[in-house]
């Protein structure tokens, strides 16, 4: 099948399938998985048209919202860091799209670009897990340690699974203010600064724009490694920025395109729903089987996935 945007030829239950397991596995840790599929369109089906960012991000608009209800549904949604999250991306994503289509229509520089943007995710996060526990650290493990057994005695039970996932609404906000939020989880109390996340989430939505994930995704290792919150909770939040931004990011790419007739920059729509179509079923099952999988599996699967990903571009680029 002809994909006349994208100008390249695949055959269509391709996508679908790749999306699915991608999705599957990166939804667990709150990142939707457009950050590989971003490679694997560029690399294998030679997709390198600036209108690859925005057949990402529409991707991320067909596919998030399957995730985001489980989230929700299970009550492990922090709706104040959401908001926030999606305040401060939402700007630069619009940033982002003006310089990667101005400024790093050449694939090679882009790829240089996003090997540099997942090489930094990924080496933090491995810092991260291998370094001693100091005292956030135990912090955050014991609230997901109890999580996790109280997930355990839910599956022993025959109660069964939409019972046990209802009963574990375990996220509380305690104060949301210009300063600070905060909110508990299972007993351990997290409290972040509000302009810190703001900020964060504004240099991140600059990058998110360039690299076409709307800049959601790539804060939700950020929350993990730099401010401490458990992973269990952040993926809902994280999902939820990703789609909001994508939805200003597919706008603003379809609105410049014009400006640019001699560049491919609004989406390939029929490419980006295959893949979506795909990602709705990854999403779900991930975000329902998250509770079920140690967070330092999660941590760990998202470390090495960033790293490899960063090093095959570092490596395409030395060799280009």
Known sequence: MFFQTAGIEVEPWIPPLVALVVSFF???????GAFLLLPFQMSFLGYTNPSVSATNQLYNIVAI???????WKEGRMVWPLTWVVVAGTLP??????????????????????AAAVLLYIGVKMVRELVKKKVANADTKTRSEDRFQEVVRRFRSQDAGQEQAAGSLSIVKVTHFNLKRLGYSFYGENFDVSFPGIFSLSFLVGI??????IGGGAIIAPFFVTVFGLPVYTVAGAALMGTFVTSVAGVVFYQLI?????????????????????????????GARCQKFVPAKVIKWMLACI?????????????AS
């Open 65 to 71: 919202p399957s995730g985001v209800y489980r989230y």
């Open 306 to 318: 960033i790293v490899f990903t960063a090093m095959k571009y570092v490596a395409e680029f030395v």
């Open 257 to 285: 395109a014009p400006f640019y007739p001699n560049v491919s920059v609004a989406p390939d729509i029929l490419l980006g729903i295959l893949f979506g179509v795909g990602g709705i079923a990854g999403m779900y099952i």
């Open 92 to 113: 630069g994503v619009f940033i982002g799209a003006f310089v990667r289509v101005a400024y790093l229509p050449d694939p090679k520089n882009f790829k240089l670009f």
């Open 207 to 212: 990058v998110g724009g360039i690299y076409g």
């Open 26 to 32: 990166t939804s667990m840790g709150g990142v939707s």
